[in-house]
């Protein structure tokens, strides 16, 4: 592979784009080739690459470029959601060494910040206000922001329902958690590896003395309109976001809704319909379309809840008898 290569690429699964090879009928005469770095830019500490895997990654927990790449994570809209705190105010905050951890970011001070560029007392202002109020954000949440490997939202959801604390999920061996459903050996390892570090539980315990939520959450209700069912969810959703509208059907007991590449119990439609509506069709399950119950997000807007009684699909096989 060669810098400025044409190359072919398809569809990987779902949605991941794959290159499949290069053309080098069509590449420049002066083309430089792909050289992965052995060195890291930032820190220049040698490079590792797991096994069975093609990407390199710095070692160094301190690497400012990790540390960046960390707070950032921490910062984001599925994790803290911190509003205020991008890149930019991130790289002048770990060039400064203000900030090596997440924990760091709840020390910081009205002095401090007004000393760096651009941040007059409004934005000052909004930033602390954002850091205290990601306080609030549930124990699934501040899991995921510690940036584990292979620990997204959903497995960090699972995680937490089973997992009341950091403690009971640090003290736990990989063979336990890898029998949470969801959760296979590699991620549970990939847990225990994490939780067994002396600095990071050093940093869980500066995060719950600075008040974050390291603690369990409400579990899933066992009873509700929606006990047991596991949902799908497709199109627009007109009055809600995706993750108010999951919540809300959380809170009425259902389960995570699946992806279209495991089947559901029942599918909730919106207009426009999404684009794998076609594999959907093709299985035969209830979906709802009308309301039953609203779902109110924090912002005062409602969504309804979809209704059991409007109709049901049928599979192609039916359809075909029909």
């Not at 709840?106 to 109020?133: C, F, Q």
């Not at 549930?138 to 959903?154: F, M, N």
């Amino acid at each position: 592979m060669h810098i400025g290569d044409t190359v072919v690429v398809r569809k990987a699964g779902e949605i991941i784009p794959e290159v499949v090879r290069a053309l080098p009928e069509l590449r420049a005469v002066d083309a430089v080739p792909c050289r992965l770095p052995t060195h890291c830019p930032e820190c220049h500490t040698p490079v590792v690459q797991p096994a069975g895997e093609a990407v390199t990654r710095c070692p160094n927990p301190i690497c400012p470029a990790v540390v960046r790449g960390q707070i950032e994570h921490w910062a984001s809209r599925d994790a803290l959601a911190i509003e205020g705190l991008g890149e930019k105010l991130v790289r002048q905050l770990v060039a400064q060494n203000l900030v090596r951890s997440p924990s760091d970011l709840y020390r910081l001070d009205r002095p401090t910040l007004m000393a760096l560029e651009r941040m007059g007392a409004k934005s000052v202002e909004n930033l602390l206000g954002a850091i205290a109020h990601s306080k609030q954000q549930p124990w699934a949440r501040v899991l995921y922001g510690l940036g584990i490997r292979h620990v997204g939202r959903t497995v960090a959801r699972q995680l937490t329902t089973v997992f009341d604390s950091w403690q009971t999920l640090a003290s736990t061996p990989p063979a336990a958690i890898a029998t949470v459903p969801g959760i296979g050996p590699e991620i549970a390892q990939a847990v225990a590896v994490w939780f067994a570090d002396p600095h990071h539980q050093g940093e869980m315990r500066a995060l719950e003395q600075l008040g974050l939520a390291v603690h369990g959450e409400t579990p899933t209700p066992k009873l509700g309109p929606l006990a047991g069912k596991t949902l799908v969810l497709t199109g627009t959703l007109p009055t809600l976001t995706r993750d108010e509208a999951i919540a809300g059907l959380r809170r009425r007991g259902a389960k995570s809704p699946a992806t279209s590449a495991k089947k559901p119990t029942l599918w909730w439609r919106e207009m426009p319909p999404a684009a794998n509506s076609p594999r959907l069709n093709n299985w035969a399950f209830p979906s709802w379309t009308k309301p039953a119950c609203s779902i109110t997000s924090p912002h005062r807007r409602e969504l309804a809840a979809p209704s059991p009684s409007c109709g049901s699909l049928r599979n192609r096989e039916e359809r075909a008898r029909g």
